[in-house]
Nanobody, 134 residues
Framework: EVQLVESGGGLVQAGGSLRLSCATS????????IGWFRQAPGKEREGVSC????????YYSDSVKGRFIISTDNARDTVYLQMNKLKPEDTAVYYC???????????????????????????WGQGTQVTVSS
């Protein structure tokens, strides 16, 4: 059974940093992809970043590019989202999710479209709250 567990959320002042973790079990990530999404109250779920562990390719939405960094650990079963220079508009529940097809293809498509659809992802974590105060 695939499980995804997020951690690391919290309250931080604008300009600060947080690191989110997504611990996975029940699957080998090598040929898939892990995406990070966020959802603020009253808004649609937004894809902010994605990584293909097999080749390290990444995707970032324009809203976080240059501030967030996605990575995996050596065992490639935990995915991190380092969030720097946080803004109040980054406040949301953050979710990690699994894409169970070619991560390389997904990221190339997301880069071309400038968009990553949550509908492509089949397994989700429970979410972790990030609140950025002004």
């Amino acid at each position: 059974e695939v499980q995804l567990v997020e951690s690391g959320g919290g309250l931080v002042q604008a300009g600060g940093s947080l690191r989110l973790s997504c611990a996975t079990s029940g699957i080998t990530l090598d040929y898939y992809a892990i995406g990070w999404f966020r959802q603020a109250p009253g808004k649609e779920r937004e894809g902010v970043s994605c990584i293909s562990p097999i080749d390290g390719s990444t995707y970032y939405s324009d809203s976080v590019k240059g501030r967030f960094i996605i990575s995996t650990d050596n065992a490639r079963d935990t995915v991190y989202l380092q969030m720097n220079k946080l803004k109040p508009e980054d406040t949301a529940v953050y979710y990690c999710a699994l894409y169970e097809e070619s991560g390389i293809t997904l990221i190339a498509t997301a880069e071309a479209l400038g968009f990553m659809s949550p509908r492509l992802f089949g397994s989700w974590g429970q979410g972790t709250q990030v609140t950025v105060s002004s």
